[in-house]
């Protein structure tokens, strides 16, 4: 696979090359999903591919981190809607 130098057709992603992107990637997404925000998205293609049971994904800023969750079972969400995320220790009854 090639996904991280794409302009060239011989190279072959490692491992340190995929890692590196995804914690750029994931830098750059705290930066724009305040805590608490996150984004509804539709897995396709090569996503697919690696992960065929996981149809929907709600990624989201935890305060700490950039998480992922498997929302295959949402289907009253259209890709790319934003989500609010409340901690269930935040939830008072």
Same mark, same amino acid.
């Given at each position: 696979?090639?996904?991280?130098?794409?302009?060239?057709?011989?190279?072959?992603?490692?491992?340190?090359?995929?890692?590196?992107?995804?914690? &750029?990637?994931? #830098?750059?997404?705290?930066?724009? !999903?305040? $805590? %608490?925000?996150? /984004?509804?998205?539709?897995?396709?293609?090569?996503?697919?591919?690696?992960?065929?049971?996981?149809?929907?994904?709600?990624?989201?800023?935890?305060?700490?981190?950039?998480? &992922?969750?498997? #929302?295959?079972?949402?289907?009253? !969400?259209? $890709? %790319?809607?934003? /989500?609010?995320?409340?901690?269930?220790?935040?939830?008072?009854?």
């Amino acid at each position: 696979m090639n996904y991280t130098k794409p302009d060239d057709k011989d190279h072959v992603d490692s491992y340190s090359d995929l890692l590196f992107c995804s914690l &750029i990637f994931s #830098a750059a997404l705290g930066t724009v !999903l305040k $805590e %608490g925000e996150g /984004i509804f998205i539709k897995l396709k293609g090569d996503e697919l591919e690696l992960e065929p049971d996981v149809k929907h994904v709600i990624i989201w800023n935890s305060g700490t981190r950039i998480s &992922i969750m498997d #929302a295959s079972e949402r289907d009253d !969400l259209e $890709e %790319g809607d934003r /989500i609010q995320m409340i901690d269930l220790k935040n939830i008072t009854n």
